[in-house]
C-alpha cells in the first residue's frame, strides 16, 4: 500500500493555513515568511471550495500515474511500489503534466538553481530560481530532516483535517490541540503562591 494524504472534508474550514505550511517546508521558510510570499512561491497542496464543500487538492498517487506516463524527460519516475519522485533537473515546465493530471494536482513553483562546482548563494542574497512542476510529495525530505511522522499540511490543520494513510494501512490524524503552556504555568504560578501563604502563616 502507497502512503497518502487523506482529508475529512466535513471538518475543512478553508482557512489556508494548509497551503502557507506547504510553502514554508518546501522552501524553508517559518511560517510568517510563508505568509507573505504567497504571490511568489506555490503551494503543493491546494483548497478548493465550494457552495456545499470544502476540500484540499493533493496528488493521488496514482497508479500508473498519468503525469509520470506523459513527462518527455524522465522528470517524473514511478518505482515498483508505486511511489513517485521527481527529478527536478530534468524538468522544462512544458506543462504536460499538469493536462495530464485528473485531479488538478501539479502546479508549477520556482525553485532554486542547484549550486554550481559547490559555490553557495552568498548570505543575504535570494538564490536564482527557475520554474518547475510540483505535486505533493508527502514532505518526504522535510519529514525525514525534522524527524516527524507528519506532513507540514497535516501539523498546520487548526482543525484536523488532514491525514496520512500509511503503508500499512493505518489512518493517522493529528490530536486534537493541547492547553496552551502559558494557562498551565498560570496554574503553577497559582499554587506556588498558596504554598508560599502557608509557609508565612
Not at 506543462?95 to 548563494?121: I, N, Q, R, S, W
Not at 530532516?145 to 493529528?174: R, S, V
Request: proline letters at 7%; aromatic letters at 4%.
Amino acid at each position: 500500500m502507497r502512503e497518502k494524504v487523506i482529508m475529512r472534508p466535513d471538518r475543512c474550514k478553508a482557512c489556508r493555513r494548509c497551503e502557507v505550511a506547504c510553502i514554508a517546508a518546501h522552501h524553508g521558510f517559518d511560517m510568517k515568511e510563508a505568509m507573505k510570499r504567497r504571490s511568489e512561491f506555490g503551494p503543493r497542496v491546494r483548497v478548493v471550495k465550494g457552495e456545499n464543500y470544502k476540500t484540499t487538492v493533493r496528488c493521488h498517487e496514482c497508479v500508473p500515474a498519468p503525469c509520470v506516463n506523459i513527462c518527455p524527460t524522465g522528470a517524473l519516475v514511478q518505482d515498483e511500489n508505486g511511489v513517485i519522485s521527481m527529478h527536478p533537473e530534468l524538468c522544462m515546465a512544458c506543462e504536460m503534466c499538469m493536462d495530464a493530471c485528473p485531479y488538478g494536482a501539479v502546479h508549477l513553483d520556482k525553485v532554486p538553481f542547484p549550486a554550481v562546482d559547490g559555490v553557495e548563494t552568498p548570505e543575504g542574497e535570494e538564490p536564482a530560481t527557475r520554474t518547475i512542476a510540483v505535486r505533493c510529495d508527502l514532505c518526504r525530505d522535510w519529514r525525514k530532516a525534522n524527524g516527524k511522522t507528519m506532513t507540514a499540511c497535516m501539523e498546520a490543520c487548526p482543525a484536523q483535517a488532514i491525514g496520512i494513510l500509511t503503508t500499512d494501512g493505518h489512518t493517522i490524524f493529528p490530536e486534537k490541540n493541547k492547553p496552551k503552556p502559558a494557562a498551565v504555568k498560570q496554574v503553577a504560578t497559582k499554587v506556588d503562591v498558596d504554598a508560599a501563604e502557608i509557609t508565612n502563616r
